[in-house]
């Protein structure tokens, strides 16, 4: 059964940083994606990031390229989010999720639906 547990969310100043921690098990081979996602209020699911765990490509979206870093511990299992320069409109929960398809191409990156979720942290950050 594939777990994710994600962790490191809370209340952060306007500027400030965060570092997410998801802690994934239950896969039966490294040929898999696994991304950070965030719902705000009202909003639909945004794609932040994401790992292809077969070639260590990584993706970022546009309203977090140049702030985030996506890293992750195969070793430990774990993937990580780190979000500098933290903005009120980042205020939303996290999910980590794996289990999807990644299209690339030379105008940018999506997505298939994942197939699996995390419960979510929340993540507000006040101005």
């Known amino acids: 059964e594939v777990q994710l547990v994600e962790s490191g969310g809370g209340l952060v100043q306007a500027g400030g940083s965060l570092r997410l921690s998801c802690a994934a098990s239950?896969?039966?081979?490294?040929?898999?994606?696994i991304g950070w996602f965030r719902r705000a209020p009202g909003n639909e699911p945004e794609g932040l990031s994401a790992?292809?765990?077969?070639?260590?490509?990584?993706y970022y979206a546009w309203i977090v390229k140049g702030r985030a870093t996506m890293s992750s511990d195969s070793a430990k299992n774990m993937v990580y989010l780190e979000i500098n320069s933290l903005k009120p409109e980042d205020t939303a929960v996290y999910y980590c999720?794996?289990?999807?398809?990644?299209?690339?191409?030379?105008?940018?990156?999506?997505?298939?639906?994942?197939?699996?979720w995390g419960q979510g942290t929340q993540v507000t950050v006040s101005s």
């Open positions: 239950g896969f039966t081979s490294g040929d898999y994606a």
């Open positions: 999720a794996a289990d999807f398809s990644i299209y690339s191409s030379s105008y940018g990156w999506g997505y298939s639906p994942p197939r699996f």
């Open positions: 790992i292809n765990k077969a070639d260590g490509s990584t």
